[in-house]
Structures are given as structure tokens and as C-alpha cells.
């Protein structure tokens, strides 16, 4: 079983939270209505305003587009849950169950993240704390898991990937569960030979199995590099950009497949996704 650290417990259930809603709310009022359904102008404005403001610190980055709640802090998601729970029970169950787990989450969540870097170094929650806070996250994730899987015929069978970033911040996040293409992302950014590229990736398997990963330039099924990690638990591919990689469509595909397993979704794999750049050669 995974013990998640706080921080990756806060982002855990953020980004459960996050697949969730847009997975239902876009069931319930259509894929492309549901954003105005659940969100109000003011909201939006302040999205947008957080999502201009990364833009800008990061020139040069084109940021992909997304569901829409890319911006949401954990205490906005839990809100946005509590005002429209109905298309969310199926995976969190009642409301009155569930309210518990988050009024226990969101003060341990708080102090967890609050002054990280703060010159005393003190560890803000005891251990005990700690595992609540990772079991509750833990908990809530397996329930998105099972209702996501709900929409894949083989979700109990295989694993999936549930998020996806790059070191520039190309982030995906996996709102479709089914598949041997789990996403895709064109980022814009231009490359050049000798640069490394770090991506971080989560996966879940329904029967908890450890899971494969690697990283293959332009399709080079013989080179890239590799790990293997506790289902649920991230891990990071580096891309070594090489001379060989020199085009204006240059991508990077990140395969994972459960390890020791005698079946694979897509025969040698379970799923994959890639990241698309310009790789240019250097000036001379």
C-alpha cells in the first residue's frame, strides 16, 4: 500500500477530485455545457486571471488547454462537491458518508502545505496524521478509480494513467479512462540536442500490481529509459534530447504496463501517452 506524503495526498485528492467532476458533471450536463453549470463568473474570472498570470511567467511555454478546473484549489473542489454532489454519488456515495472524510482532510490538508519552507523545519502533522491524511486521500481515490472504470469495459481488468507533466509544466490530466492512447499533448515548446526533459507520471492498477514505466523518443522502441513503481505512486523518465530527434514533430511516448503480468491491455502494454515538440539543431 502506498503512504502518500502530505503533499502528494493534498495533490492526489485534488486531481481524483478533479477527473471526477469533469467525468460527471459533463455526463450529467453534457460535455460542453457542464463548466457553466457548476462555476460561477466570478470563479471563472479568477481562473483565468491565475491561468494568465502562469502563462506570463512562463514565456515562451504554450499551457494546453484543459477541462477547466486546472486553477481549483482543494478547498474550492470540496466546495464545488458539497453545492453538486447528485452526479458525484455514484463514486463518493451519500453525502452525509462522505462529509466526514473531508471536514477530517481539509484542516490536516492545511496544515500540511502551510509554511513548508519555514526556517524551523518543524514536521507540521504527527504521524498518525500523517496516515489519516494519506488513507483518506487513498480512499477517495479508489472510489474515483472504480467510477471511472465504470466507463471502460476492462477497467477492473488493467491498469490506467491518471495524470501526466513535463518539467515545463505541460500537464495532462486523464479524463478518459479507456484506451491504449491515454492522451497526448502538442506543447509548443522548441528544443534543442542535449537538453533533458523530466516527466512525472501517475498510474493506478485495480488489483495493485507494480507498475512498468519508460520513455521512447519518436517511436525508437529500443532506446529511452525505464523504472518500475508501487501502483499510485509517481515516477519520473528522463529525455535526453539526441541529434536523432531533430524535427519539427518530435515526440516522446511514455508507455506503462503492469509488471509480471502474463495479459496487457494492449498485448506489450496497458497504455501509453506522448508529448509532442520542435526539436531544431544548434546554431553553428
Given at each position: 500500500m502506498v503512504?502518500?506524503?502530505p503533499q502528494l495526498a493534498v495533490e492526489t485528492l485534488e486531481r481524483s477530485l478533479r477527473q471526477l467532476m469533469a467525468h460527471a458533471y459533463a455526463a450529467e450536463y453534457g460535455r460542453g455545457n457542464w463548466i457553466d453549470e457548476i462555476i460561477t463568473s466570478d470563479q471563472r474570472s479568477k481562473w483565468a486571471s491565475l491561468r494568465t498570470a502562469d502563462q506570463q511567467q512562463r514565456t515562451g511555454v504554450i499551457l494546453p488547454g484543459g477541462h477547466g478546473l486546472e486553477f481549483t484549489?482543494?478547498?474550492?473542489?470540496?466546495?464545488?462537491?458539497?453545492?453538486?454532489?447528485?452526479p458525484l454519488k455514484d463514486a463518493l456515495g451519500k453525502k452525509k458518508s462522505a462529509e466526514p472524510y473531508l471536514q477530517t482532510f481539509l484542516p490536516l490538508a492545511e496544515r500540511a502545505t502551510r509554511r513548508r519552507n519555514a526556517a524551523n523545519h518543524n514536521r507540521p502533522?504527527?504521524?498518525?496524521e500523517q496516515e489519516l491524511l494519506s488513507g483518506i486521500a487513498g480512499l477517495i481515490r479508489n472510489q474515483v478509480t472504480i467510477a471511472m472504470s465504470s466507463a471502460d469495459p476492462a477497467g477492473d481488468i488493467y491498469p490506467r494513467i491518471e495524470a501526466a507533466r513535463d518539467s515545463f509544466r505541460h500537464e495532462m490530466e486523464i479524463v478518459r479512462p479507456d484506451g491504449e492512447l491515454a492522451g497526448h499533448i502538442d506543447t509548443g515548446a522548441i528544443l534543442h540536442p542535449g537538453e533533458r526533459v523530466t516527466f512525472t507520471c501517475v498510474a493506478h492498477d485495480p488489483d495493485g500490481r507494480r507498475l512498468t514505466w519508460s520513455a521512447r523518443s519518436n517511436h525508437d522502441l529500443q532506446g529511452g529509459t525505464s523504472d518500475t513503481v508501487e501502483s499510485g505512486e509517481p515516477v519520473q523518465l528522463t529525455w535526453v534530447v539526441a541529434d536523432s530527434d531533430v524535427r519539427e514533430s518530435s515526440t516522446v511516448s511514455l508507455f506503462m504496463t503492469t509488471e509480471d503480468s502474463r495479459y496487457h491491455r494492449c498485448g506489450s502494454f496497458?497504455?501509453?501517452?506522448?508529448?509532442r515538440y520542435a526539436v531544431r539543431p544548434l546554431a553553428t
Open positions: 503512504v502518500y506524503e484549489e482543494l478547498t474550492e473542489l470540496v466546495e464545488i462537491a458539497r453545492q453538486h454532489w447528485a502533522l504527527a504521524p498518525f496497458d497504455q501509453r501517452i506522448y508529448f
